[in-house]
């Protein structure tokens, strides 16, 4: 898959250690090589849940067909 800076991308698993659950959306803020990217994942107001390095076979781009929604953060 090849992904370009600020592209959205839809996470594949679960990222408990980040908070992150699989259909979180993010945005590609760095690219460090053709399979490894860094991903910024926000909430609904803005502020930065996590910003993680991730594998390409980790992410898939949003699609035409995809659904926007919102889920509270799970408690710390």
Do not use: C, N, W
């Not at 839809?10 to 959306?25: M, N």
């Not at 690219?31 to 909430?43: D, G, L, N, Q, S």
């Not at 930065?48 to 699609?63: F, K």
């Amino acid at each position: 898959m090849s992904l370009k800076i600020l592209d959205t991308v839809v996470v594949l698993s679960d990222l408990p250690t980040h908070g992150l659950k699989r259909g979180d959306i993010g945005a590609v803020v760095e690219i460090y090589a053709p399979e490894v990217v860094e991903v910024e994942f926000v909430t609904a107001a803005g502020t930065t849940q996590a910003v993680v390095t991730l594998s390409t076979d980790q992410l898939r781009p949003v699609g035409s067909r995809d659904l926007l929604a919102v889920r509270q953060l799970d408690a710390a």
